[in-house]
């Protein structure tokens, strides 16, 4: 778990003033677009995701929808061109397709989907501001959108990242290396960060520590990786609370506002 950091040296601050523990601010929105079935905005730090969910639906061909008897989840991530993304990734870009391919399984695990047999559900992510965290904030987004189009799971899918100052570092650790030489774990990292560091994505469901999703970016030696793991699934946590928040307020909204 991580540690009281109440005596924080302020010469181990990240550049943009957290602490190794620290989340980037979170904000989101969920019915963002009245024209879909269900629809989310968030923001993780300056990376910036709508979501939009079409579904469950008839297969659109004859031979759409699982085989079965479980609905099919489509996924489908585009990158505005002002995002920020240096090199303009298209549909056939390999990085968007493992993304798809991972939050498609993701939600496979954790929607009810033998609720709709022969049916398709298709989430659209559009990515306007990229600064770290694409995956993570592209399931959050999504699991707010899902909410709001109704679709039944059992819990939140929540993810974040987390990574290790082992880069930084030009010791040879081994069993008698001096616990200040010990490279730090960090929490939700951004676009420079990543770029430097050693870092992974995880996802959870629940409240608990309960991992569906975990994509080590980079190599890294084995021994650190449990701490960050364990960081990352701390920031889960308290990502699932930001976005359970979210839910609530909007949920009492629409009752305040009672039908019609």
């Known amino acids: 778990m991580p540690l009281d950091t109440s005596t924080y040296a302020l010469s181990l601050l990240r550049l943009d003033g957290r602490r190794w523990n620290e989340l980037r601010r979170i904000s989101a929105q969920i019915s963002t677009q009245a024209a879909s079935d269900g629809s989310s905005y968030l923001e993780m730090g300056n990376t910036k995701v709508i979501c939009t969910i079409a579904g ?40 968007i397709s493992e993304i798809q391919a991972t939050i498609s399984s993701a939600f496979a695990s954790t929607l009810f989907t033998h609720l ?44 974040c990242t987390s990574g290790s100052t082992a880069a930084t570092y030009s010791t ?11 490279p ?13 560091l050693p870092w992974l994505t995880v996802a959870t469901v629940g409240a608990g520590e309960r991992v569906s999703v975990l994509v080590l970016e980079k190599r890294v030696r084995a021994e ?5 793991l364990a960081v990352g699934v701390d920031g889960c946590k308290q990502v699932r609370e930001i976005l359970d928040a979210v839910v609530r307020r909007h949920g009492t909204r629409v009752l305040e506002m009672g039908p019609g």
Do not use: Q
């Open 224 to 228: 650190w990786v449990e701490g960050m």
């Open 56 to 95: 469950p639906s008839e297969g659109r061909r004859g031979g759409a929808g699982g085989d079965d008897g479980k609905a099919t989840i489509e996924v489908e991530v585009g990158l505005a061109g002002f995002s920020g993304e240096r090199r303009r990734k298209g549909r056939g870009d390999r990085r």
């Open 172 to 182: 040879d650790y081994g069993p008698n290396a001096d616990a200040a030489d010990v």
């Open 116 to 159: 709709y047999p022969h049916s398709t559900i298709h989430i659209s992510l559009s990515i306007l501001s990229l600064d770290g965290a694409l995956l993570a904030a592209c399931i959050n987004a999504a699991t707010l959108a899902l909410i709001d189009a109704g679709v039944p799971m059992s819990d939140y899918t929540v993810a």
């Open 184 to 196: 730090d774990p960090l929490l939700d990292l951004t676009g420079g960060e990543e770029l430097e």
